[in-house]
């Protein structure tokens, strides 16, 4: 067996970071579902499919910016490894969003012009991450364009639960990137960004009165249990293993999106997002998430 072509793949995915797509997934079938749901068959996947090429384009483009910082700092990155070469690495990364863009524009002017938007938060988190200490609110911010977006495909058109539940989701990817900048820069691990991982419990707490918030207060303890056992460590003496607190935390992010829809959520929902959970615990195992 040609052993090239399945390395080259592996490091195409390595770049992708394609471990972390099924919370993409599962953040656009959130927002589309509290929208409302329902549209034409087509307008879901096409949503999937755009938002999956953006997200893919985006890691491809965060290392080429960071190609510099790497060879000094992570020599193992596919990039100062030399597994590829940084002109294919940008040309790879601007051709996923410019398709990513194309198949949001074919959903209409107001999906495609949100592409847009999320495109230019893509492109200026990957240029300034490294420089700017407010970068995670920009990573948050993609993720909550992602509800909208795909809020703006469902019948309903978007409305405010979609938003709403975006802005908690955002909140809880800036603290996930706020204790992820700790593996970079060597620094101790804060635990102050855990407020922030606890923004969505809030909020599904604020939103659900009376009965609803039974499947509220119900999911919002596997979030919970979920997070303390990822960040267990930072309470704990000895070194925090930050890439695998951090690959727990994005995997929880399907956690925060399940909370998101927990008042009415058909069990066949559920265990999609269960689903995703699972799937993207698998696909960590074979290419990293962060």
Known sequence: MNRRPVQQLRTLLI?????NLPTVWSNCLAGWWLSGG?????RLPLVLLGTSLLYVGGMFLNDAF???FDRQRRANRPVPSGAISLDAVWIWGWTWLAVGLLSLAALGK???TLGVLLTICIVVYDATH???TA????IGLCRFWLYVIAGTTAVGGLNGWSIWAG???AAYVAGVSYLARQETFRVSVPRWPLVLLAVPVGLAMLMNPGGFRVPAIQISLVLILWVAYCTRTI???GGVNVPRMVSGLLAGIIFVDWLAVAPGCPRPLSFIFLLLFGLTLLLQRFVPAT
């Open 66 to 68: 960071d190609a510099d």
């Open 235 to 237: 309470f704990e003496r």
């Open 130 to 132: 490294k420089a700017i």
């Open 135 to 138: 970068s995670p609110w920009l």
């Open 167 to 169: 802005a908690a989701l």
């Open 38 to 42: 329902g549209g034409t068959p087509r």
């Open 15 to 19: 770049l992708g970071r394609v471990s």
């Open 110 to 112: 107001v999906a495609g």
